[in-house]
């Protein structure tokens, strides 16, 4: 069996251990150490380490003080994460359809749903590319609105030299089989002093000196075990990366010109980091997506639905008084993305063979 991830964090064991044999589990100078490793990454003036990417996205539009009624517009493609964020927050959330080549967020799209109650734009950067923030960005900064990134699956990628998350507030997800890990985490990175220092009282239940409290906050705290495990990560970000892009060029140049699939475009001037290896099966393919994927799982290879419906579309967000009424009928483009996207290993850990393998099951299986 190929996995679709394999997570290997063993260079993490003197790290941990020292935090053991410390007795200071709780958030402490290893966290301190992570964030300042993760700012360099970021290209930002500051990382503030939380428990999750979704706490992260929560903490990054709480410290934007939002009022009830403002609205986020964000992509409807995207783990449930990104809305529960929005809905926790209090805020009201608009969707806007993504592009067919980043699968993020279509600028034009956006640019028909923004209006006056409208104060955050955020894109979430799927697969590990940024969204296309050369016109997102400045889109924001003419409606004067915030920009809170998703960027849960895209550390370490660009637009044009500018890394993932330091547009505005960046959020990051550390979980398990995100490509940087810790188990569980999550990082919010920003340029602004006052946000920063704001995230880190939202952080710790709103405290800055003990038992006084400046807002109501949260316990969003990483603990000192879990950013022991991130730290090497980081370290070797580069190689990690480098050999994600490596498998990613193999599987382009091998799956090219199979019946009914395209390949991930990595588009100018952006930096690809390859969280997944995403393919789109179209309507004249041998198999559906579906009948693929079942097909591959029998030849012993791993694949991803990433995601097989549009966010808001579940029984428990109809109706909910922060989601203006939708269908994926309104976001065409997204929602056939649900129907054709299929993820393939591309992880550090794949070896040339296995790759060799990937390409030549999914090309018998839909009859290349
Ligand atoms: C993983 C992920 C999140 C949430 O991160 P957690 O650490 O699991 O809370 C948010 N958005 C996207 C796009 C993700 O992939």
Redesign the pocket.
């Known amino acids: 069996m190929i996995p679709l991830t394999v997570v290997d964090v063993r260079d993490a064991e003197p790290l941990v251990i020292e935090v053991l044999r410390s007795g200071g589990l709780a958030q402490g100078p290893m966290v301190g150490r992570f964030e300042d490793a993760f700012a360099r990454v970021a290209g930002t003036a500051h990382a503030v380490a939380v428990n ?3 706490t992260a ?1 929560v903490a990054a539009l709480q410290a934007l003080g939002l009022r009830p009624g403002d609205e986020v517009i964000t992509s409807p493609f ?2 449930v ?2 809305l529960n964020a929005i809905l926790e927050a209090g805020a009201t959330v608009r969707f806007a359809d993504v592009s067919r080549e980043d699968f993020a967020l279509d600028p034009d799209a956006v640019a028909r749903v923004i209006g006056p109650r409208t104060k955050v734009l955020l894109p ?1 950067h ?1 697969y590990g590319q940024v969204a296309d923030m050369g016109k997102l960005a400045p889109l924001a900064a003419e409606h004067g609105l915030h920009l809170v990134e ?1 960027a ?2 895209s550390v370490g990628s660009a637009f044009e030299g500018q890394a993932a998350g330091s547009y505005g507030l960046g959020c990051f ?3 398990a089989t ?1 490509n940087v890990t810790t188990g ?1 985490g ?1 990082v919010v990175t920003c340029d602004d002093d006052e946000l920063a220092d704001r995230l880190r009282v939202l952080r710790n239940q709103g405290m800055r000196a003990r038992y006084r409290y400046e807002l109501a906050g949260h316990n969003y705290r990483m603990s000192e075990l879990h950013a022991a495990v991130g730290i090497p990560q980081l370290a070797r970000l580069d190689e990690l990366v480098a050999a994600r892009r490596h498998n990613a060029k193999q599987l382009s140049t091998g799956l090219a010109g199979t019946p009914g699939l395209a390949v991930p475009a990595v588009l100018p001037g952006r930096s690809h980091v390859w969280h997944q290896y995403t393919v789109l099966i179209g309507p004249h393919a041998m198999l559906s997506r579906d009948e693929l994927a079942a097909e591959l799982t029998g030849r012993g290879i791993g694949t991803g639905v990433y995601y097989p419906s549009l966010v808001f579309d579940h029984d428990c967000f109809r109706g909910h008084p922060q989601i203006p009424a939708v269908s994926p009928e309104q976001f065409p483009v997204a929602h056939r993305l649900t129907q054709e996207a299929l993820s393939l290993p591309v992880h550090p850990a794949l070896t040339e063979s296995d790759v060799d393998t990937v390409v030549r099951e999914v090309r018998e299986a839909l009859g290349a």
Do not use: I
């Open positions: 999750s990417g979704t996205l995207t783990f994460a990104t979430v799927l998703d849960a699956q997800s550390l979980y995100k569980e999550g």
